[in-house]
């Protein structure tokens, strides 16, 4: 009698425990997502994660998936033992399900088909009939596009091949680098060019320039880091599309020293000839301006001379063809013959007059130098003007009657 209310006293408190631990047991169900987000590519199938932990049953339960945005739109809903598509977000018409062979052991993932970039984003898995405190979880859904760089050759610079490689259709953003077959990354020309398009998704292009190698294998590599993926194209660069520069440069160099040489030979031989052409008719000019000056001595001094002179007369008969000669030995006085003789040097030309003066500064140099000096004193005196008349009159004389002149001078 006395053990049973001791035993009924401890079965109740089996009982109380057993309840106390069962009632805590279930308010310790949590729901439980995934550790990490979800990625997932653009047109892909996932699977939401959710489940309770420890793994009760959920087939008795509701389950609401909404997408936590500002209209919070509903995904699903699992209600009285069955799916309800009432509330359901239009955009997920169709692409909803839940495993319901899994309900038992507490697996609520959610299967969302055919994902779009929209639809990256956060999402809460609810199960409002849990009488714990951690009725949800969130799940984080990050889509991602992918495509296939397409490499392209895009010319010639100096001695490289310009290689230029396009990604488009990519989120997030990617980065593009260039590597060698070694896999060495190669210095592009510039920083990628980005671009994003009407929806949302990001192309990117990127030049380098290489050069010939062993291999002329090259690859363009687009990743994006927080999708985890990459794609690679390799392109082989056929040898003959690189520039010829290396031989051409060794050609063109050769052409350039020639034309270098060719020209400094020229320009010798060319500066040479004016020297040599400038010296010859300095010299003609200079024997011409004596002439000149003999001659002009002779004119200018006619009237002097007539007067002056006597012992050049015989010595006229050089000069002079003989018949003038003649006429200016029948001449009576001296000053008759002095101007006869004038008369004859005048229709005798230059010459004549240049050589008359030689023989007059041999046989009279006096009167020559008397005369010479009066003369370097005027010239002294309009000493600028009568140089450069002096020069004109030369200057008219070659270049017009006196070519006789010249010709005395060239033989
Ligand atoms: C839930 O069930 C699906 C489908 O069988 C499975 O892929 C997923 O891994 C399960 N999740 C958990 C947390 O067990
Ligand atoms: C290609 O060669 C040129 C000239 O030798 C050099 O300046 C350039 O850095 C090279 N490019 C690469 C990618 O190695």
């Known amino acids: 009698m006395k053990t049973f209310p001791t035993s009924a006293v401890w079965c109740f408190g089996i009982l109380i425990i057993s309840v106390s631990l069962i009632t805590t047991g279930s308010s310790e169900v949590q729901v439980v997502g995934p550790a990490d987000r979800v990625i997932a590519l653009a047109g892909d199938d996932i699977i939401l994660p959710c489940s309770l932990k420890p793994s009760v049953s959920a087939e008795d339960m509701t389950v609401q998936w909404t997408r936590l945005n500002l209209k919070a739109d509903i995904l699903h ?25 899994e309900l038992k052991n507490g697996n609520v993932s959610l299967k969302l088909t055919r994902v779009t970039l929209s639809d990256g984003g956060c999402y809460r898995c609810f199960i409002p009939t849990l009488t714990s405190q951690v009725k949800e979880t969130t799940v984080q859904l990050l889509v991602g596009a992918v495509s296939q760089p397409v490499i392209s050759i895009d010319g010639t610079k100096y001695w490289g091949v310009v290689l230029k ?34 929806e ?15 291999t002329n294998r090259f690859t363009c590599r687009v990743q994006q880091p927080e999708i985890n993926l990459m794609k690679e194209t390799e392109i082989h660069v056929p040898d003959d599309v690189f520039p010829i520069l290396p031989y051409w440069w060794k050609v063109g160099l050769l052409i350039a020293a020639a034309v270098i040489v060719l020209a400094a030979v020229v320009v010798l031989t060319a500066s040479a000839g004016v ?32 007067q002056s002179v006597t012992m050049v007369i015989p010595m006229a008969f050089y000069l002079i063809r003989s018949e ?12 008759d013959q002095m101007i006869r003789l004038y008369q004859a040097l005048d229709s005798g030309g230059n010459q004549v007059k240049s050589d008359f003066y030689r023989i007059l500064l041999d046989l009279e140099p006096d009167v020559v130098n008397d005369r010479g000096a009066k003369e370097e004193t005027r010239t002294r005196a309009g000493f600028g003007g009568e140089r450069s008349r002096d020069c004109e009159g030369v200057n008219r004389e070659i270049g017009g009657e006196s070519y006789e002149g010249v010709a005395v001078l060239v033989h």
Not at 204 to 212: A, E, I, P, S
Not at 281 to 296: A, C, M
Not at 324 to 335: L, N
Request: aromatic letters at 12%; charged letters at 30%.
């Open 324 to 335: 003038r000669y003649s006429e200016i030995h029948a001449a009576t006085t001296r000053q």
């Open 77 to 101: 809903l699992y209600r009285d033992h069955q799916d309800s598509y009432v509330d359901q977000s239009p955009s997920y018409r169709g692409r909803t399900s839940m495993f319901h062979e």
């Open 200 to 214: 949302g998704l990001y192309a990117v292009r990127r030049q380098v320039t290489v050069n010939k190698t062993d």
């Open 165 to 198: 490689c396009e990604s488009g259709g990519w989120f997030p953003e990617p980065e593009m680098e260039w590597l060698d077959s070694s896999g060495t990354f190669l210095p592009a020309d510039g920083p990628p060019e980005r671009h994003r398009d009407s």
């Open 275 to 306: 020297y040599m052409w400038r010296k010859h008719t300095e010299k003609k000019i200079r024997k011409l301006l004596e002439e000149q000056g003999d001659v002009r001595f002779v004119n200018r001094n006619k009237v002097h001379l007539i």
